[in-house]
DNA sequence: ATTCTTCAACGACAACGGTAGTAGGCGTCC
DNA sequence: GGACGCCTACTACCGTTGTCGTTGAAGAAT
């Protein structure tokens, strides 16, 4: 859900409308209490701007994505990161430019390891 | 939750001495409630044996983990794998036998393309 | 036969996630 | 100066998740 504003500060209205596009069609008063309910939560901020408050992210989908990442592994497979990578590595397909690239980060690792 | 048969056939009993091992402190009941609901959603069966049923996992592991990834990816990439498998790379440590395994596989990627 | 233990069934309940309706304020446009 | 439209606040509903208590049946122990 919260992947949505990783395009900038949007109002509300905004933000249902990019939802829209993406084909979420919700009302607009879900989207508000999404919002409220986020900034409670403290991931996301306001403030008013013009007539309406404008929300922005206040976590970076680097850090959402490393955690939910993390508690996956955690509970998949005990908090063991390389099964989970071979699956991944077995389950999805990847093109030939992303092999390579892999491969460098992989040498990487061996110069600079742990 | 359900990670726990990953451990065999067991009785309710058993399944709640094993997390309390685990740490996890549940009631007898909780455990009850939760297989009673995990059968409905076909993802355990149980026999009787003796006077107590038996539960045991109708899905492996795998094809768990599979989707859990899969859900992950789409919610994070937009079903882009190639950057959730970078994010894993970079947040995680790997041994260096992991690192070995893991460049093996990523050959095998390249003799058996896509 | 009465008590003790074990088990399953049923139901309860709070928290949360997802969705939305209604109410009331404030500006704007004729 | 009322009608229209956009805005927030408050409230509500339902389904799922996590937790458990009570109850009653059925077998074992005394």
Redesign the pocket.
Known sequence: ?RVLWDDGPL???DVMKRLHDRGR??????V???L??LEQKNVVASDKRD???VYRARISRQSVSASRIRSLVDQLYDGAAAPMLLQLIENEKFSPGEIAQLRKLIDDLDTKPN
């Open positions: 859900m109002t509300v209205r069609m919700v009302a607009y008063t879900t508000l209490t999404f409220t309910r007539t309406a408050y």
